[in-house]
């Protein structure tokens, strides 16, 4: 599904009419009074816009689907079970609905991810407008809208990690030389003004798989050191380490894939060991790190899987942790599972493969259940739905988001309103990234 503006227009046009791209001034799926310009004995009443929701009826080439309901309009927020098209999709009564898509990159190769501040959302890619080779930073409004604040980031940034503290995005990255590696520490406002000097955090021989997460007003990072062992420590404000590196696992690989989340009291690490006992496979584990006792927890193993799946997406209800992961099935075939767990890594039940065919999974906790984002290889479409938390769907067919992917998502985010994703797919000039918001239907 992309932007319909030119077909808008061109079904303006059909209709003798003749539409503004960009609506009115609020409105940027609107049109402009359409008017007519024929001869003045001849010319038909003029395009209205009768219930006054901005929109013009589709009648005479605008783009409302009830030009007698002011809640009816592109974009509105459906309500659930009332048998009318709310957002002019030609769809009635869907449990979610998307709103037009945002085109945040192009002809690059589609990287970047999102951070989410509680009122704005930074971008931080390769292929935003390039200021320096190397990535920058783009701060967006919550709707996907740029806001014009553009920054390039430090020139060895390009492999950085940046958590929201809640007042400024820490800036990790992995800086290297001839002889060792370290990790490098920098501020960032949402204007984009850095702090006054980088800070070197630490360095050793060899650094890979950075990673780091908020935790209060203090960072946990975690990385893969010489000797393939994954370590953690806690990094305050200012970029200093609050004491010696916590060996987290002896059994990586190049990188361990590890996924942090802060939980408002410890950050729960997961990762992949290898298994050199059993070739292609590894295994998800878990364990916490409390910044208060600059500790880490014994490991609980989770799963056994594909020595492919990619990283795990974890998000935190308030109470028990949500887990999804692919999943080999041992023919060819894969599958996402899901398990619920308590802080300290006890199941709340079994393991549970909840979709067969697919790969890439995502998922965010919306206060009621979760979202969960995925793609299916075979189509190379995107798809969204929702679940609870035994992982069982709430029912009606998934949205598909993308029909021609060919990438990989990229954001998950629950904004405390609505779903925000992210995505890469291909196109002529590269790979493009992709923003979208999904709304949930309401109560009458």
Request: proline share 5%; net charge negative; charged share 20%.
């Amino acid at each position: 599904m992309r932007p319909l503006l030119l077909g808008l227009f061109a079904s303006c046009l059909a209709a003798g009419c003749s539409c503004s791209e960009t609506g009115i001034e609020g409105h940027p799926d609107s049109n402009e009074d359409p008017g007519v310009d024929i001869a003045e004995d001849d010319a038909p009443v003029p395009c209205q816009d009768r219930d006054g929701d901005g929109f013009f009826d589709a009648a005479c080439g605008g783009n409302d689907c009830d030009d007698t309901n002011a809640l009816a309009y592109p974009g509105a927020a459906e309500i659930c079970n009332d048998g009318i098209d709310q957002d002019c999709d030609g769809e009635v009564d869907e449990l979610f609905f998307m709103h037009e898509q945002v085109q945040l990159t192009s002809g690059g190769n589609g990287s970047g991810y999102l951070v989410w501040t509680g009122s704005e959302f930074g971008l931080f890619s390769w292929d935003v407008p390039v200021l320096t080779p190397g990535q920058n930073y783009q701060n967006l409004d919550p709707l996907g809208a740029r806001k014009g604040v553009l920054a390039s980031l430090p020139s060895e940034a390009d492999h950085s990690r940046t958590p929201w503290n809640g007042e400024l995005y820490g800036l990790f990255w992995i800086d290297s030389d001839a002889d060792s590696q370290s990790i490098g520490f920098r501020t960032l406002t949402t204007e984009g003004l850095f702090s006054a000097e980088s800070v070197t955090v630490t360095t050793s021989e060899r650094i890979h798989g950075l990673t780091a997460v908020q935790a209060g007003h203090r960072y946990v990072v975690t990385w893969v050191g010489t000797g393939y062992e994954l370590v953690a420590n806690i990094v305050n404000a200012s970029g200093v380490l609050s004491g010696p590196d916590l060996l987290v696992s002896t059994r990586t690989d190049d990188s361990a894939d590890e996924t942090l989340l802060w939980t408002g009291s410890e950050v729960g690490i997961f990762w992949y060991d290898v298994v050199p006992e059993s070739f292609g496979r590894k295994d998800l584990n878990f364990a916490t790190l409390s910044p208060g006792m600059h500790a880490v927890s014994e490991a609980v193993l989770l799963a056994r899987v594909s020595r492919d799946s990619d990283e795990p997406s974890v998000s935190w209800t308030g109470s028990r942790i949500g887990i999804t992961w692919e999943n080999d099935l041992g023919d060819l075939s894969t599958a996402i599972s899901y398990v619920l767990i308590s802080p300290d890594g006890i199941r709340e039940a079994d393991n549970l493969d909840i979709l067969e065919s697919a790969v890439d999974p995502m998922i965010a906790w919306n206060g009621e259940g979760f979202g969960l984002l995925w793609v299916t290889p075979e189509e190379h479409t995107l798809y969204f739905d929702e679940m609870d938390e035994t992982g069982t769907f709430w029912g009606g067919p998934p949205m598909e988001i993308d029909a021609s992917i060919d990438g990989a998502p990229k954001s998950l985010i629950w904004t405390s309103s609505e779903y925000v994703v992210s995505w890469r797919a291909a196109s002529a000039a590269g790979e493009d990234l992709y923003f979208a918001r999904i709304g949930r239907c309401q109560d009458p």
